[in-house]
């Protein structure tokens, strides 16, 4: 009679399974928050490339409007604001007016509405002078200078862009 021998087992194979399974969901656990991290990086990317195109069409709009205007505009006209009275406290405290808040009495709302932006971008025009052609007193020859300074918003209101121009026409 032959006798046959059992070998017992000691489970080596099912701890090294059980530990490559552990290490596996731990690569896929992480990979899928570093996915989710990129998606939200992209996402807020996008808002704020929204909010400049947003910001820059108002601000070319109002450039346009400006340079179409016979004769140039000064602060008697509606929207137009004198330099430095949109703010006078910001003024004071040595912050420009946009940084301290946004006025909403005088600003001038683009008109056509963009695709994937929430709120329609604005524009804020200041007078900041006239600069005679020549020395002599009382000449009417010049330029007229202008701070355009415009607000947009991305695929969210928290996405903000504020650019601002110089411009001179005469």
């Known amino acids: 009679m032959t006798v046959i021998k059992i070998k017992q087992q000691s489970g080596v194979v099912l701890m090294i399974t059980l530990l490559l399974l552990i290490l596996v969901t731990i690569i896929v656990i992480t ?3 570093v996915t989710g991290l990129q998606e939200k990086m992209v996402t807020n990317f996008n808002n ?4 400049y195109q947003a ?3 108002a601000l070319r709009d109002a450039e346009e409007w400006l340079l179409a205007q016979i004769p140039a505009p000064t602060i008697a006209h509606a ?6 009275t ?3 406290t910001a003024t004071i405290a040595g912050l420009e007016w946009w940084q301290a808040s946004w006025p909403t009495a005088n600003d001038f709302e683009y008109g056509d509405a963009i695709p994937g932006i929430t709120s329609k971008p604005n524009t804020v025009i200041e007078y900041r002078g006239f600069v005679s052609d020549s020395l002599d007193f ?3 020859s010049g330029r007229y200078f202008y701070t355009i300074t415009s607000r947009g ?3 969210n209101d928290q996405s903000v862009v ?3 121009s110089t411009l001179a026409r005469r």
């Open 48 to 51: 704020k490339n929204l909010a």
């Open 86 to 88: 949109i703010n006078p």
């Open 138 to 140: 009382g000449a009417t």
């Open 79 to 84: 929207r137009i604001w004198a330099l430095e």
């Open 162 to 164: 504020i650019l601002q």
């Open 31 to 33: 990979s899928l928050q």
């Open 153 to 155: 918003t991305g695929g």
């Open 55 to 57: 910001s820059e069409i």
